[in-house]
């Protein structure tokens, strides 16, 4: 029967700790040993966690961030498997068994259903997101993020060869580490919304300056991996254009319009045959 070791990184985390926790323990697989790294919070964190007793094991650490947090619960952990679930997340109770059941791959993820804040967001992640599965270093590339880290499962042994969450940039770091391991391997996907990403009002604040030069830097670490190297002329060209769309995008939404459209024209000289890039900077000229 193989262990699962949960990984959650906790930092003020008293309001919903506890709905992840007892999520990661009523999971219906046997096995799952419950890690949580408090990254030195300053509420009531700890209180929570110390009345799960030896039920759970916590781990302190002075604040380094949520990739150091998962970092060091992933080494402490004695499952063959690591699953990943932030601490205003939640796990239905037959997510772990049902990854378990299709682990042909080292690395895979679930499908989720938005909750709290959400807006105008769908419920279900794929009912805008295409969930891939197999071979997805390229897709990975072109699209974006579309792996939610509270869903994914990873061969501790992987994890660990791939030394983890890179420390920098502190944003985009989980698509940083799904884009280095699947170059090595196929992922797998549950097609079931397995996980609940909780939307909080300070979700939507992102700075989108911060997540521009995150994105960039992870794009580029991609193409100087071997197979990156390899990606045709074009195919290069078209990730970074999808790259600086994406951060126009962002910056549109933002309110930032200038930066919007310096992102759009650089999009526009990277691939000039899509034409989402001009009606995009066209949309938000019409906005101004």
Not at 136 to 147: D, H
Request: with cysteine.
């Amino acid at each position: 029967m193989a262990r699962v070791s949960a990984i959650i990184p906790a930092y003020n985390a008293e309001t919903f700790i506890r709905e992840a926790v007892d999520s990661a323990l009523g999971q219906t697989h046997p096995d799952v040993e419950v890690i949580v790294v408090d990254d030195s919070s300053t509420d009531d964190t700890a209180g929570v966690l110390q009345s799960y007793g030896d039920r759970i094991i916590v781990h302190h650490q002075p604040n380094g961030g949520v990739a150091a947090a998962r970092n060091a619960g992933a080494r402490r952990a004695s499952g063959s498997w690591v699953a990943f679930l932030d601490a205003d997340d939640v796990w239905l109770p037959t997510k772990i068994e049902q990854q378990l059941a299709m682990a042909t791959t080292p690395l895979s993820y679930t499908n989720r259903f938005n909750f709290g804040a959400r807006g105008d967001l769908p419920e279900i992640q794929s009912e805008v997101t295409p969930l891939l599965a197999g071979d997805v270093f390229v897709s990975l590339l072109l699209r974006g993020n579309f792996i939610t880290t509270s869903s994914v499962m990873m061969a501790r042994d992987l994890f660990l060869e791939l030394d983890g969450f890179a420390l920098s940039p502190t944003v985009c770091e989980d698509w940083d580490l799904w884009l280095r391991a699947a170059e090595r391997h196929p992922v797998a996907v549950v097609t079931e919304p397995l996980v609940g990403y909780r939307f909080t009002s300070s979700s939507l604040s992102t700075n989108y300056r911060a997540m521009s030069d995150a994105r960039r830097t992870v794009v580029a670490r991609a193409l100087a991996l071997d197979r990156g190297r390899q990606l045709s002329w074009h195919v290069r060209r078209r990730v970074w254009a999808e790259t600086f769309r994406t951060n126009g995008w962002d910056a549109g939404r933002s309110g930032a319009g200038a930066d919007a459209l310096k992102d759009y024209a650089r999009a526009a000289a990277a691939w000039p045959l899509e034409m989402r890039t001009f009606k995009s900077a066209l949309k938000v000229c019409l906005n101004a």
